[in-house]
């Protein structure tokens, strides 16, 4: 079965500090990966997808960026934290053939201080 | 454009309880798919349920119902006799491609607050 691992669950951290993010995806291969963003007030916001290693694409000029560096591996990454920042970050995997199924990791919550 | 409402910003009710959460949507596609979340407190996205435009029939799962009518643009999720595990934001959401190949943005409505109370 296929599972997805995000870390770490919550963070604190002070403006201008670097972020690194992680998600990885087990039993399957070539999926898509995405990053939301889920600020107060529940609304999700895609960041970043990728459609294989080293393949990204923004959705939206931020603070951050992402990077892919294994099949099953995504990063979200920031040199200097903006209190902005601030929010609920979900990983998710989807299928890239038979269904288009969305599964989310467990999320981690940033609190930019 | 793809656009997901979510009118019912919170609901409570008391325990045993009926209620239905409703969503209409937008989009310019002939096939395409609609999906529920449930985010409880801790705040992980759990997928309820994935239908396509193509099946229009109602389906129930133990305590969930979903009734999918694409002459109206809705798709309603109605929980039976509701708990107070039920407790949680639940969003409908609606995928649309974003690239030549498979992937897929969600767009989602913003999401109805459900209470049940003891």
């Known amino acids: 079965s296929q599972t997805i691992h995000q870390w770490p669950a919550t963070l604190v951290q002070p403006v201008g500090s670097p972020l690194s993010l992680e998600c990885t995806v087990e039993?399957?291969?070539?999926?898509?990966l995405y990053w939301y963003r889920q600020a107060a007030g529940r609304g999700l916001q895609l960041l970043f997808y990728s459609v294989g290693i080293g393949q990204i694409s923004s959705e939206v000029p931020q603070n951050l960026s992402a990077s892919r560096p294994q099949d099953r591996q995504f990063i979200l990454s920031s040199k200097k934290l903006l209190l902005s920042d601030s929010g609920f970050y979900l990983c998710?995997?989807?299928?890239?053939?038979?269904?288009?199924?969305?599964?989310f990791g467990s999320g981690t919550r940033l609190t930019v201080v | 454009a793809q656009k997901v409402t979510q009118a019912q910003t919170e609901i409570s009710v008391v325990e045993k309880e009926d209620v239905t959460l409703d969503c209409v949507y937008e989009?310019?596609?002939?096939?395409?798919?609609l999906f529920w979340y449930k985010q409880p407190p801790s705040g992980e996205l759990v997928f309820l349920i994935r239908?396509?435009?193509?099946?229009?029939q109602n389906e129930i799962s133990g305590r969930y119902s979903w009734n999918f009518q694409k002459s109206t643009s809705s798709f309603n999720f109605t929980i039976t006799a509701s708990q107070v595990v039920d407790s949680a934001v639940y969003f409908c959401?609606?995928?649309?491609?974003?690239?030549?190949?498979?992937?897929?943005?969600?767009?989602f409505g913003s999401g109805t607050q459900l209470t049940v109370l003891p």
């Open positions: 998710a995997w989807q299928r890239q053939v038979l269904d288009y199924g969305y599964t």
């Open positions: 239908r396509n435009s193509f099946d229009e």
């Open positions: 039993g399957t291969s070539n999926p898509n």
């Open positions: 989009t310019r596609d002939t096939t395409y798919y």
């Open positions: 959401a609606l995928p649309r491609l974003i690239s030549s190949g498979s992937a897929r943005q969600l767009t």
